[in-house]
């Protein structure tokens, strides 16, 4: 036969190896620490029911719980207090109504977002008593960096016509970049700005940022001793846990052999955690287990269709999946009946783990999200092999499905949902808006991210290039319309999450939005998942989350 001659993705293998994985160990598994956390934790609890605080006290210690990853302990006071804040500013119909009696911009913007992210949809009119009678924002805001700096992460919990927030985001970014060219005299206001700028917090994953929040906090003149021994304590105590969920990963993935067998493909079981660990919150060690899983099978699956099967190859395996017909495997290559196998029992280790759990049998729902994955990678391997390169929309229509991320979303909805609803799964086979949201950010993100170097190995055009050829556009200016994209599609997800026809319960709710910030967190600096360059920043942050407790 001819000899084939294959594509590879050159992908190096993995900085942290098995044995590296299976070294971990950490001191605060240990039961003292999980007691001196509980003691901590009732302290500030009453902090946060003291009653003489200050309402912008009270929501600055809220925004420090929220970004030193501990305010899921308190969860349940915290929204009571912002209801009641809520409540007595803003619901006309609530007896303690007082008009908004704030002036300060600071604590209006940071009232009007954490009320938004909690679901309280407060009018962006509030912010009409900063603008001239022209309807601009004053200029004397530009010297309150603090205040334009909390304006600036308000205005990205904007929804689709809201143009007074569209003004504030373009109004507060111009000030703060000039900002940040001249001094900020505040050595810790321009580290937020700096990067506040770069990613919006509404945009930013917590948990891989806690870290570097926490080693800010500690900076802080008006840092709470009690809440920074607490977040620290916390974060060492999550970080062990965490390293025994990546050991039991790291053995299931050696036991498979597919990075042994399946060379050219990623081998990368801590960036599929970080996907898994994003998407917060799976609340059992073995949920996080399982939908890691998926993230490295789709990975491999993708680097099948992407760099290593031939034209005829794909057909078979094509066909073998859209019949799910393990009897005919035999024609198939060893590493595609291989991966086939794996896929199947991994398939068939969540049908029984949700039998178990909820008496519900979704086995055909789990196929069918691989096998919409899988035809949405073969009409990308289709238009690669026959040279044909689409217009964009035509390309994006298939990409936000091959990008992986309602293949994803729709196993995860069955193991955080319970009970689940029977008629549930119809929001599966045209797939809800804030699914098709979600992974249009991420596949953008992946797009501006890989493209260059998929394309230099040879793979489908992407976004990037389909508007350079649909436009004649420069690179620079094809990736600047991505991320004009990307928050176009964050207004449309802010806007579909908290639309009355929402079907999902709040918990799925935030691992879709969180799976957006998933992908620009693991894009943000590069190609922080497939290329093993040491100098990703996510790298980084990967080892000061999963590797190195804080002192
Ligand atoms: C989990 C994933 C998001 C999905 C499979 C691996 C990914 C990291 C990404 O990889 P990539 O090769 O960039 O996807 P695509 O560009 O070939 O669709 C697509
Ligand atoms: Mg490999
Ligand atoms: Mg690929
Ligand atoms: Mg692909
Ligand atoms: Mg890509
Ligand atoms: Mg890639």
């Not at 504030?168 to 970049?177: D, G, K, P, V």
């Not at 008006?222 to 050991?247: C, G, H, R, S, W």
């Not at 073998?320 to 024609?331: H, Y």
């Not at 953008?444 to 260059?452: I, S």
Request: hydrophobic residues 40%.
């Amino acid at each position: 036969t001819a000899t084939i001659t294959r594509r590879s993705g050159n992908y190096k293998p993995s900085l942290w190896d098995f044995n590296f994985i299976q070294s971990l160990d950490s001191a605060y598994l240990g039961e003292c620490y999980v007691k001196r956390a509980s003691e901590l934790k009732q302290q500030v609890n009453g902090m946060l029911q003291e009653r003489a605080v200050e309402p912008v006290d009270q929501l600055e210690l809220i925004d420090n719980l929220q970004n030193l990853g501990i305010a899921s302990h308190f969860q349940d006071k915290i929204k009571q207090i912002l209801e009641t804040i809520y409540q007595r500013n803003y619901d006309i119909n609530c007896a303690t109504h007082q008009p908004n009696q704030i002036k300060d911009l600071y604590a209006t913007a940071l009232e009007f977002r954490l009320l938004r992210q909690h679901g309280f949809h407060v009018p962006q009119e509030i912010f009409d008593c900063f603008k001239n009678k022209k309807g601009d924002f004053k200029a004397s805001l530009g010297d309150d960096t603090k205040g334009l700096l909390q304006l600036y992460e308000a205005s990205f919990l904007l929804t689709e016509g809201e143009s007074s927030l569209e003004l504030a985001r373009e109004f507060t970014t111009n000030l703060l970049q000039e900002k940040l060219q001249t001094n900020i005299n505040d050595d810790n206001l321009s580290l937020l700005v700096r990067r506040s700028l770069e990613l919006p917090r509404h945009c930013m994953l917590l948990r891989p940022n806690v870290r570097w929040f926490l080693d800010a906090y500690g900076r802080r003149p008006d840092m709470n001793p009690t809440v920074f021994e607490l977040a620290k304590l916390d974060f060492n105590i999550y970080q062990a846990n965490v390293q025994q969920e990546l050991k039991h990963i790291s053995r299931w993935w050696k036991e498979t052999g597919l990075a042994e067998k399946l060379p050219f493909s990623r081998d990368r079981v801590v960036e599929s955690y970080f996907w898994t660990i994003g998407i917060e919150p799976l609340e059992q060690g073995h949920e996080r287990i399982l939908a890691t899983k998926i993230i490295m099978l789709e990975t491999v699956l993708d680097d099948i269709f992407d760099v290593y099967a031939t034209p005829e190859e794909l057909h078979l395996f094509y066909n073998v999946i859209q019949r799910w017909d393990l009897e005919s495997i035999e024609k198939l290559p060893i590493y595609m009946q291989i991966y086939f196998v794996v896929l199947n029992n991994t398939v068939n280790e969540i049908a029984y783990h949700i039998l178990k759990q909820q008496g519900v049998v979704t086995i055909q729902h789990l196929r069918k999200a691989w096998m919409d994955l899988c035809k949405a990678y073969m009409k990308e391997a289709v238009w690669y092999n026959n040279g044909v390169k689409p217009g964009l929309k035509e390309y994006l229509d298939n990409a936000w499905i091959s990008v992986g991320v309602p293949t994803f979303l729709y196993q995860v909805y069955f193991l955080v949902t319970n009970p689940i609803e029977k008629e549930a799964t119809k929001y599966f086979d045209e797939y809800h808006n804030i699914i098709r949201g979600s992974s249009m950010i991420a596949r953008l993100a992946d797009d501006v991210a890989t493209a260059g170097d998929e394309l230099e190995r040879g793979d489908v055009t992407k976004s990037v290039q389909c508007y350079m050829n649909e436009t004649g556009a420069s690179d620079e200016e094809a990736r600047e319309a991505m991320r004009l994209l990307i928050w176009e599609a964050w207004k449309k997800l802010n806007t579909d999450r908290i639309s009355s026809s929402c079907p999902f319960p709040e918990v799925f709710i935030q691992n879709v939005v969180n799976l957006a910030r998933v992908g620009q967190s693991i894009y943000q600096y590069g190609d922080g998942y497939g290329y093993q360059h040491s100098e990703t920043k996510n790298k980084d942050r990967i080892v000061s989350m999963l590797f190195d407790p804080v002192a």
